[in-house]
């Protein structure tokens, strides 16, 4: 199928916002919703694997949980999960690309753009490398 709304998720509360608001453009559109979690290997010297299987295991639970709380928002919405080892920004752009994605949706991270752009933000990465459309939503005010 094309046109899914692709969600670049953390478990951060930036995605979290995020995850709301890709859940109602998912249903809005009736369209399906894919989780992407992004991870790199671990390029460190020596035998790596279990470290490698530890990032891999946070991604599976933070994308379950995920698919919960999409679950939780709209049991109608179909929404599968995509764990892609490479960077966050390249797995989000990859997933759009092989999903022919109706929209991208992130949370901003809260950095100011001078910082985001120095550290790599990834919501800047893909605002800024996308041919799709890209919602880009804040992380919500904490007292």
């Known amino acids: ?27 809005a559109f009736d369209r399906p919703l894919i989780v992407v979690f992004g991870y790199m290997p671990i390029q460190v010297g020596g ?8 990032v891999r295991d946070l991604g599976e639970g933070i994308t379950s949980e995920a698919a919960q709380l ?6 109608a919405v179909e929404v599968q999960v995509e764990l892609v080892e ?7 752009l990859r997933a759009a690309d ?8 992130v949370g901003s991270a809260g950095r100011s753009p001078v910082t ?12 800024h490398r996308s041919t799709r459309p890209v919602v880009v939503v804040p992380t919500p005010e904490t007292d």
């Open 1 to 27: 199928m094309a046109g899914e709304i692709i969600l670049g998720y953390d478990g951060q509360d930036g995605s979290k916002a995020a995850l709301r608001t890709a859940t109602a453009i998912a249903a």
């Open 70 to 75: 999409v679950k939780a928002a709209d049991a």
């Open 116 to 127: 985001g752009t120095l550290l790599g933000s990834v919501t800047y990465q893909v605002v």
């Open 98 to 105: 092989a999903h022919e994605a109706l929209a991208i949706v």
């Open 47 to 54: 035998d790596t694997r279990d470290l490698s299987e530890a």
């Open 86 to 92: 490479d960077r966050p920004a390249e797995s989000i």
